[in-house]
């Protein structure tokens, strides 16, 4: 596990990175997530993380019951407030990244089934109660073993749950070498080499001790056939 504190390097770097990619929003901006105005330079991605977040939507309505929802590494809380709309649900969205949360706090703090929580699945304000469901959402990448955080998260599930993974690229074993050098790279590119530290690059096959479907396969025929540029699985691990 990582450690960090406020202030800490990772959150500096992490907020450097997210500068230098155009993904610092205003409060308005992040109250319209996923939508976003055509122009922007992200407008592309929005418009995938707009259809993996509705399908995970889709997907808790059809439960047709109470839920009581984590988020770990929340960001700026837009997916979080997204699913406390959901009938029902009650979310709770952790992150280490003070700055992002604080905005989160900001701009949806007055919705009364949400709530922020500074720190991980490992802080004791997250594991004062059980979750139906775990999201990681474009964040996995940022714990440095999948397994250890699959494991410690099924310790917070209730005996239904469900952990979801979303927009994150999960690796083959052959794979792994040249996306470390790609980020690698990409890091040095846009002057923040010691993030690379900070972001880690999961084996696929790390997942077989534990029982997992992939609800949304980007390789599948459905998506060819639609042109859709989601390039993420959307994965489910049950207890």
């Keep these: 596990m990582v450690v960090t504190t406020p202030g800490s390097d990772f959150e500096h770097q ?7 990619e155009h993904r610092i929003y205003t ?29 995970l939507v889709k ?3 059809q439960k047709k019951r109470s839920l009581y929802i984590m988020e770990a590494g929340c960001g700026n809380g837009w997916l979080a407030a997204k699913l406390s709309a959901i ?54 990448q940022y714990f440095p073993s999948l397994q250890n955080i699959i494991t410690d998260s099924m310790q917070l599930l209730t005996d239904n749950g469900e952990i979801h993974l979303v927009d994150t690229q999960l690796y083959k074993e052959e794979d ?28 696929i096959s790390d997942l077989d001790s534990f029982k ?11 998506n060819k056939i639609l042109r859709k540029e989601d390039h993420f699985p959307w994965i489910v691990i049950y207890p």
């Design 14 to 20: 992490y907020l450097k990175v997210r500068e230098q």
């Design 27 to 55: 409060d308005e901006q992040i109250a319209l997530l996923p939508d976003i105005s055509p122009g922007h330079i992200h407008y592309a991605e929005w418009l995938v993380r707009k259809r993996s977040a509705n399908r």
């Design 59 to 61: 997907y808790f309505k």
């Design 87 to 140: 009938a029902g649900a009650d979310v709770t969205a952790c992150d280490v990244n003070r700055v992002e949360l604080q905005q989160a706090t900001k701009v949806f703090g007055n919705i009364k089934n949400l709530h922020f929580i500074p720190g991980d699945i490992h802080s004791s304000d997250v594991k004062k109660r059980k979750y139906d469901i775990i999201i990681f959402a474009a964040s996995i």
């Design 176 to 203: 792994i070498n040249a996306a470390v050098s790609r980020t690698e790279k990409y890091y040095q590119l846009v002057g923040s080499p010691a993030m690379c530290k900070y972001y880690f690059h999961h084996n």
């Design 212 to 222: 997992y479907k992939k609800l949304f396969n980007p390789a599948g025929l459905y």
